[in-house]
C-alpha cells in the first residue's frame, strides 16, 4: 500500500477522523437551523409589506427614491389623521357605521403597511448618509453571512481533532521512536503527513463555507451580490472598494489561510511538546486567549498568526466609535486595518509558518534523511535571513508608501480651495442661498458640493479645509422643541473628492437641554459657545484646529479635549504648513507656533498685518514701507520687494497675485515670473 494512503487510513479510520467530520458537519448544520436567527426579525415579521416597499426603491440613492419617501411619509401621516378623524365623527355619531367602515377601509388598508415603510425608511436614513457607496436592499442574508466576529468554535475543534493525532498518536504508543530508526521512516514520511493534514483541512473548510453560502442563500437569498460592501451597515465605515460577493470571497479565502496556519501550528505544537492534552490545551488557548482578552476587537486583526485570518471580517471593516455616555467623548471601539498593515501581517504570518514547518520536518527526519539534507539546512539560517529582509523592506515599504503631505492653509483662503481637479468656493450669487460648490476645470460645469436632505435642521457653514484630494466642512444639526431651534451637535465631514463618498472625522453633543445618566453628566455650556463662533479651521493627523474670535483652539480628534494654543488679540491673518502655524500678534510682529513642541518664534524684519503663505515663501504687507508688497525666503531668510506701490489688499491663485492700489483702487494681477504688474480692470 502506497504510503500516502496508509496515512489517509490512519488519518480517517484509526485516529476516527472520518466520525469527527461527519459530526462536525452534522452539528454545524443543527445549529444554522436552530440557532440562526435574521439580523432584523421585523423585516421577517413584516416581509410583504416591507419587500412592496424595497421593490420600488432598490439600488443606489436617486432623487426619485427621495421624492418617494417623501410623499409616502405624508400619505401615511394624512391617512392617520383622516383615520382618527373618522372615528371621532362616528363615536359622535355624525355618520353612521356603514358609512365609517367605507371611509376608513382605504385609510386603515395604507396604515397595514406603515411597519414595512417604517423599515425602509430606517434603512434610507442610513443610506443617505453615503448615498455614492449604499445602496437599498434585502440585507438579513448577506448580514448572516459577512456580518459576524464570532469565532467558529466548532471548526476550532475539529482541526484540533484531525491535525493533533498526526504525530502525537505516534509520540504515545512508541512508534515515533521506531520510525525515526527506519531508512524509509524520515522526510518523505513526515511530508506526506503534512500535506495530507493541510489539504484535508482546506477541501473541508471549502465545504463548510459552500454549505454556510448555500444556508443563506435558500433561507434569505442574497441577491444583489453586485452592491457595495457599505450597503450593510456593519461595514458602514470601511474604505474597501468591493461588492458583497467579492467580500465573500475574500472573508473566505482569509479563513482558508487562517485555518491552514491553524493546523501548522497544531503540527508543530504537537511535534514540540509530544502530549495529546496539553497540546489541544495549548493551541486552543493560542487562540481563545487573545480573543476574549483583547479589550480592543480590532486589535486581534494587527497580531501575527491565524486569529485575525480565522475570523478575517475585520480586515475588512473601517474605524468605528461609541459615545461614551459618562464624559460624552468618542471612544473608538474599532480600529481599519490598512491594506499595508494586512500585508505586513500576512507575510509575517507565511514566514512563522514557513518556520513552524521546517522545525516538523527537522525533528521528524531520521539520521540517514539528515545526512543528505545536511547542506540544504545550513542553507535554511541563510534562507530565514533572507525572508526577514525581504519583511523589513516591506515593512518599511508600508511605512512610507503612501508619504502624509499638506496643502498650505491661509485664513485668507477659508472659502476657497483647489485641487489638480476641482476648485470649490463659496457662491453669493443668491444672498439668500449662499452655500458651497465645486467646479470642474476640465467641463467648466459647477455642481453643489454638500448634500442636505434635512436642509431645514442642517447648517453648513460656508467655510471649509482642503488637503490634496480631501476637503472638509462643518455642519450643525438642530432638533426643533416647539418655537425654538436648538442646535444639538457640531460635526466636522470628511469629503474624499475621488468618490465623493463622507465620512465623521468629529462629532461633539452640544445641546445643554438634556442631561446624561439621568442628570450625572452635562454638556459644559461654555465649550458649547466655544464651537458656536467657529470662523475657520484646519486640521492634521490628531488634531482639529478652529479660529475664534480671539484665540485658536486645539480639540483632540479622539477625544474631543479641547485646549486654547494661542490667543490673538484681533485675528488678520493666519497659515498652516501642516505643522507649523503661523500668525500676526498685536505688535503686528509674525510668529510661528510649532503644534509638536508648542515652542513660538518670531519672524525677524516682518512687520504687517496681512499675509499670505506660500511653499516657498511668505508674502506680506509691509507696514514699515507704505503697505507695499513684499516677499521673504523661507529658506534663507531674504526679504525682496514685488510691488513698489502702496497695496490696500491681495490675494494669490498659483504664480498670479492679484491686488488692490491703494491709490486708484483698482485691481491689478502680478505675475511672479515677470517684473510687473498688469491691470485688469
Not at 412592496?52 to 439600488?59: A, D, E, T
Not at 395604507?110 to 443610506?127: H, P
Not at 455642481?447 to 435642521?457: E, I
Request: charged letters at 20%.
Amino acid at each position: 500500500m502506497p504510503a500516502w494512503m496508509y496515512e489517509m487510513k490512519k488519518m480517517f479510520l484509526l485516529q476516527k477522523g472520518l466520525l469527527f467530520i461527519l459530526l462536525y458537519f452534522i452539528l454545524s448544520t443543527a445549529l444554522l437551523l436552530v440557532l440562526d436567527k435574521p439580523s432584523n426579525p421585523e423585516i421577517e415579521m413584516n416581509f410583504l409589506s416591507y419587500e412592496s416597499y424595497l421593490k420600488q426603491v432598490q439600488g443606489p440613492y436617486t432623487e426619485k427614491s427621495e421624492r418617494f419617501f417623501s410623499e409616502e411619509a405624508a400619505r401615511i401621516s394624512n391617512a392617520k389623521v383622516a383615520l382618527q378623524q373618522a372615528a371621532d365623527d362616528y363615536y359622535d355619531g355624525k355618520m353612521g357605521e356603514a358609512e365609517f367602515l367605507i371611509k376608513s377601509s382605504p385609510f386603515e388598508s395604507l396604515l397595514q403597511n406603515e411597519k414595512g415603510f417604517q423599515l425602509i425608511y430606517d434603512q434610507y436614513t442610513y443610506v443617505r448618509e453615503h448615498s455614492t457607496n449604499r445602496y437599498f436592499l434585502y440585507t438579513n442574508g448577506w448580514n448572516g453571512l459577512l456580518a459576524t466576529d464570532s469565532l467558529d468554535l466548532l471548526w476550532i475543534l475539529l482541526i484540533l481533532l484531525l491535525t493533533v493525532p498526526v504525530f502525537c498518536f505516534e509520540y504515545e504508543s512508541g512508534m515515533a521512536t521506531l520510525l525515526l530508526t527506519a531508512r524509509k521512516g524520515g522526510g518523505n514520511h513526515t511530508a506526506y503527513k503534512i500535506v495530507l493534514a493541510l489539504l484535508t483541512v482546506a477541501i473541508l473548510f471549502l465545504l463548510s463555507a459552500g454549505l454556510r453560502y448555500c444556508f443563506y442563500r435558500v433561507k434569505y437569498g442574497l441577491g444583489n451580490g453586485d452592491y457595495p460592501l457599505q450597503s450593510l451597515d456593519y461595514f458602514g465605515t470601511s474604505t474597501r472598494d468591493c461588492t458583497l460577493f467579492q467580500a465573500f470571497l475574500w472573508i473566505t479565502a482569509g479563513k482558508l489561510f487562517g485555518s491552514i496556519c491553524f493546523a501548522t501550528l497544531s503540527l508543530f505544537v504537537s511535534v514540540c511538546l509530544k502530549k495529546y492534552a496539553i497540546t489541544l490545551f495549548s493551541c486552543t488557548a493560542a487562540v481563545l486567549l487573545p480573543f476574549y482578552g483583547l479589550r480592543l476587537e480590532s486589535t486581534k486583526y494587527f497580531l501575527p498568526g491565524p486569529l485575525g485570518f480565522l475570523i478575517s471580517t475585520g480586515y475588512l471593516r473601517g474605524t468605528e466609535y461609541k459615545r461614551n455616555l459618562l464624559n460624552n467623548q468618542l471612544d473608538t471601539v474599532f480600529r481599519e486595518v490598512s491594506f499595508p498593515m494586512v500585508v505586513t501581517v500576512f507575510l509575517i504570518t507565511v514566514v512563522l509558518c514557513l518556520g513552524m514547518l521546517v522545525v516538523v520536518l527537522n525533528r521528524r527526519t531520521n539520521i540517514w534523511s539528515q545526512r543528505r539534507r545536511r547542506k540544504s539546512l545550513r542553507k535554511t539560517p541563510v534562507l530565514m535571513l533572507v525572508l526577514g529582509m525581504m519583511l523589513t523592506v516591506l515593512s518599511g515599504c508600508a511605512s512610507f508608501g503612501n508619504p502624509e503631505t499638506t496643502d498650505i492653509y491661509n485664513y485668507s483662503s477659508r472659502q476657497f480651495f483647489e485641487n489638480e481637479r476641482y476648485r470649490f468656493y463659496v457662491d453669493e450669487a443668491d444672498l439668500r442661498n449662499i452655500h458651497i460648490v465645486f467646479e470642474d476645470k476640465e467641463t467648466g460645469k459647477k455642481y453643489n458640493f454638500v448634500r442636505n436632505p434635512m436642509s431645514s435642521l442642517t447648517r453648513v457653514e460656508n467655510v471649509f479645509y482642503g488637503n490634496g484630494t480631501y476637503v472638509y466642512y462643518m455642519k450643525y444639526d438642530s432638533d426643533e422643541s416647539g418655537l425654538k431651534e436648538n442646535v444639538n451637535r457640531f460635526s466636522v465631514i470628511e469629503v474624499d473628492t475621488t468618490t465623493f463618498q463622507e465620512q465623521v472625522v468629529f462629532e461633539k453633543r452640544l445641546s445643554t437641554g438634556n442631561s446624561l445618566l439621568l442628570g450625572a453628566v452635562k454638556v459644559n455650556s461654555q465649550s458649547v459657545a466655544s464651537y458656536m463662533d467657529i470662523s475657520a479651521f484646519f486640521l492634521d493627523k490628531d488634531n482639529l484646529y478652529f479660529i475664534g474670535q480671539s484665540e485658536i483652539r486645539r480639540v483632540n480628534r479622539l477625544t474631543g479635549d479641547m485646549h486654547i494654543i494661542l490667543r490673538i488679540p484681533v485675528i488678520r491673518s493666519v497659515a498652516f504648513d501642516g505643522r507649523t502655524i503661523y500668525y500676526v500678534n498685536g505688535e503686528s510682529k509674525v510668529m510661528t507656533y510649532d503644534t509638536k513642541t508648542g515652542s513660538e518664534t518670531v519672524i525677524p524684519d516682518v512687520i504687517t498685518q496681512s499675509f499670505v503663505l506660500t511653499k516657498t515663501g511668505l508674502l506680506f504687507l509691509n507696514r514699515k514701507d507704505q503697505q507695499k508688497l513684499y516677499v521673504l525666503n523661507l529658506h534663507d531668510f531674504t526679504i525682496q520687494k514685488l510691488i513698489d506701490v502702496p497695496v490696500m489688499s491681495f490675494y494669490c491663485e498659483g504664480q498670479s497675485i492679484f491686488y488692490v492700489n491703494k491709490e486708484d483702487q483698482k485691481r491689478y494681477r502680478f505675475d511672479r515670473s515677470k517684473t510687473d504688474g498688469a491691470a485688469t480692470d
